[in-house]
Structure formats: structure tokens, C-alpha cells
């Protein structure tokens, strides 16, 4: 049962960073698409900004969601997550160019933007809640690094499907249409997670506070009033995480494909190998919290970060041989594995059961939406004002960063021990 639970959790959740990352991936046709023509530079800032909707709203999702979650149950709430974010992702793929309906393909894009958003700022949490509370004590960070790991796979799958795209069709077809299949494939896929989920049951935990009657009657109250300081604290460490994850898997297409001017297709191979082969780093990373500890780990992955970001980067602007840009990409991406590898499973840990879902979700959701999500056009704002790509990286990506090193040096616990009891 423990398989299929981790199974169906973490292919629902692919499903959906598959969903989220294709609007990533497929960023340089997004600014040509939906924006006017004259102003590039303009074009790729408005394609991020609205990258960015998809996470400033995603503390939405993790409040209404996360109540759900801990009124309802894990299963049911996050079978409507996975729904909603495939539904939104295939009308993306439907919606009319700029040059046929002019502003209105814009609001529409922000628009589904923010369904894909709300639905993920509900969709991570719970799939961590789930699999935490079926793990057995001394392997629960194992168990759910195999949904941590979907990140770098789902944005890996959506990258590589814009390359198997291009190369069935000339490069007219795919500028015309052909960058709408990596979307409308999101149909497809949710299907699937749908039917997968539907087959799991609820966790023994959830059941054991609804025949006692004991589920909270308003779990973001409750989360705020007795759970403050966690939420403070899994909001820093989330943002920390987020700022590497989304300097090097959302910025860097910009910048692959404006600095050194790789195409973005062959960027899209480049970062999608370097995303797929993250896998087993991320699974032992999360094997590894589990012997040394969540926090431990963290701090390797932001300290990783800290140290090779911007010597990678340099090297990256000058360097033609795409092997060793991947590499470059792939120690990047890298050093994330070790910080997003455990934060789920260390997050969750902090707080009850009865509030679990809710507390994760919304700390998470916090640091990612409006940290994370903000980083490619901060990032790429910094660097056109300062004339500078890199600024960004130095100015915004490693002062976070920084911040929350400190934080996770004074105030994370250790939880590997804790035990989650049904209270």
C-alpha cells in the first residue's frame, strides 16, 4: 500500500510541476505570443511578471486548500488540486495570440496563471502531508523525496517535450502552433494522476481525528494562534530554497537564450537533461535527511548555492560547448536537490496533525509565492537596470539566500525524531 501511495502522490504531483514549468520552458514564445512586438526587453519582464501571479497567489491556494485539507481530508482535496491545475494548463494551450485578440490573450494568460497557482499552492502540501503521515518513523523524508524530487522532473519533462515538439515540425509550424502541444498534453497527463488518486484511500492519522471527533473546526486560525512561529520560520527557510530553485530553473532560460544566445529549444534541451537527471541526487538527499537530519541537509543545498551560482553563471555566458553547460545547469539545479530534497518533509514535521496540511502549505506557499516566484523578473529587472545580467543573481538570489542560511542555523529544529501522533 506504501508504494502505491507514494506512487500515486508523486505522479499526481509531476503532473502538476509538469503543468507549472511548462509556461517556464516555453517562456520565449509566451513573450512573443502575448505581448506586443517593438520591446523585447519589456516582453520578457511582462512574461515573467506573470510567471510570477502563478506564485503570488499561491498562498490563496495553500489557505483555502490547506483548510480543506485538515476539514474534509488529505485524498479528496488534492484529487481537486491536480484537476484544477490541468484544466488551466490546457487553456493556456487554446487561448488566441496578442496579434488576434490584442490585451485580452494577455489577461487571459494571467488569468489561467493564477488558476494554475491557487491549485499548486494546494497541490504540494498535501501530497507531502499524505505521504508523511503513511511513511514509517526513520524513513518518512525518504518517502517523500520522491514527490520532492517532481519539481526538477516535471520541469525536465516539459523542457524536453517543447524539444520532442520542435523536432516533428519546421521551426514555422512550431512558432505557429506547434509550442500549444507541450500545453494541451496537460490533458492527457491529468487524466491519469486523476485516475490514480481516485484508487487512494484516506491516511490513518486524518481517520483517527474524524472518529474522535477531533479535526480542527478552523485550521488557519488554529495555525496562526498556536503555530505563529513555525509559519515565520517555514516561510524564511521556503524562501531560501525558492530563490535558488527559480535562478536556476526559470531565469536561466532568459539568460541562456539572451547572454550566450542558445536557441530555446537547445535551451530547453539543456536545462530539461540537467533537470532530469537530478533524480537519484534528490532521492538520496532525502535518504540522507533521514540519517543526519532535515536541517542539516538544507543547509549543505543553500551553502551549495551560495558558493557556485555566480562562478557557474559567469562561465555560463561564455562557454559554447552544451555538455558543459548542462553540467553547469546540473550543479545548480544540484544544489537545490539537498534544500527542497527534505523541506517538505521538515515543514510538515513542525506542525499536528490537525493543522498539518494547512500549516505546511500556507509556510511553504509563503516563501516560494512571494519570494520564489518574483525571482526571474526581480532578477532580470536588476540586471537590465545595472546593465548587468548577473546583478541579480548577486543583489536579490544570494541576499535571500543569505538571510535564510541564518535563520536555518538558529531557529529550524532538528524533526527527523519527532514523532507524528494523531492529535
Excluded: C
Amino acid at each position: 500500500m506504501l508504494r502505491f501511495v507514494v506512487a500515486a502522490s508523486t505522479i499526481g504531483t509531476l503532473i502538476e510541476w509538469y503543468d507549472f514549468f511548462a509556461y517556464a520552458s516555453l517562456s520565449p514564445f509566451i513573450s512573443a505570443m502575448f505581448f506586443p512586438k517593438g520591446n523585447p526587453a519589456a516582453a520578457i519582464i511582462g512574461t515573467w511578471l506573470i510567471f510570477a501571479t502563478g506564485f503570488a497567489v499561491r498562498p490563496i491556494g495553500a489557505f483555502l486548500f490547506g483548510h480543506l485539507g485538515d476539514r474534509i481530508g488529505r485524498k479528496s482535496t488534492f484529487l481537486t488540486t491536480l484537476l484544477m491545475m490541468g484544466l488551466s494548463t490546457t487553456a493556456i494551450g487554446l487561448i488566441p495570440t496578442y496579434s488576434q485578440i490584442g490585451i485580452t490573450a494577455t489577461a487571459l494568460l494571467a488569468l489561467f496563471r493564477i488558476l494554475q497557482g491557487i491549485s499548486l499552492g494546494g497541490e504540494y502540501g498535501g501530497a507531502i502531508t499524505y505521504v508523511t503521515e503513511y511513511a514509517p518513523p526513520g524513513r518518512r523524508a525518504f518517502y517523500a523525496g520522491f514527490v520532492s524530487a517532481t519539481p526538477p522532473l516535471g520541469l525536465g519533462l516539459s523542457s524536453l517535450t517543447v524539444v520532442a515538439s520542435s523536432a516533428f515540425l519546421s521551426q514555422q509550424a512550431f512558432n505557429a502552433w506547434g509550442w500549444r502541444v507541450p500545453f494541451l498534453l496537460a490533458l492527457i497527463l491529468t487524466i491519469l494522476g486523476a485516475y490514480l488518486r481516485l484508487k487512494l484511500a484516506e491516511t490513518p492519522l486524518f481517520n483517527n481525528l474524524k472518529e474522535r471527533g477531533a479535526v480542527a473546526k478552523i485550521p488557519i486560525a488554529e495555525v496562526f494562534a498556536k503555530h505563529w512561529k513555525w509559519v515565520a520560520v517555514g516561510t524564511i527557510v521556503a524562501a531560501g530554497h525558492a530563490v535558488l530553485a527559480y535562478t536556476s530553473t526559470a531565469y536561466i532560460f532568459t539568460f541562456l537564450t539572451t547572454v550566450p544566445k542558445w536557441s530555446p529549444v537547445e535551451a530547453n534541451a539543456i536545462v530539461g537533461a540537467a533537470g532530469l537527471a537530478q533524480l537519484p541526487l534528490y532521492i538520496f538527499a532525502a535518504w540522507l535527511g533521514d540519517k543526519i537530519g532535515r536541517r542539516l541537509i538544507y543547509i549543505i543545498g543553500l551553502a551549495i548555492g551560495i558558493l557556485t551560482y555566480y562562478p557557474i553563471y559567469l562561465a555560463l555566458a561564455s562557454l559554447k560547448n552544451a555538455v558543459l553547460v548542462a553540467l553547469g545547469v546540473f550543479v545548480m539545479i544540484g544544489a537545490t536537490a539537498f534544500t527542497f530534497s527534505i523541506l517538505g518533509t521538515a515543514l510538515a514535521e513542525l506542525f499536528p496533525t490537525r493543522v498539518r496540511y494547512s500549516g505546511m502549505s500556507i509556510a511553504f506557499n509563503l516563501g516560494i509565492g512571494f519570494f520564489g516566484g518574483f525571482t526571474p523578473s526581480i532578477v532580470q529587472a536588476i540586471g537590465t537596470a545595472l546593465k548587468n545580467p548577473l546583478a541579480g543573481v548577486a543583489l536579490y538570489t544570494y541576499v535571500i539566500a543569505a538571510i535564510a542560511l541564518a535563520t536555518a542555523l538558529l531557529a529550524l529544529p532538528e524533526t527527523k525524531n519527532v514523532e507524528l501522533t494523531p492529535s
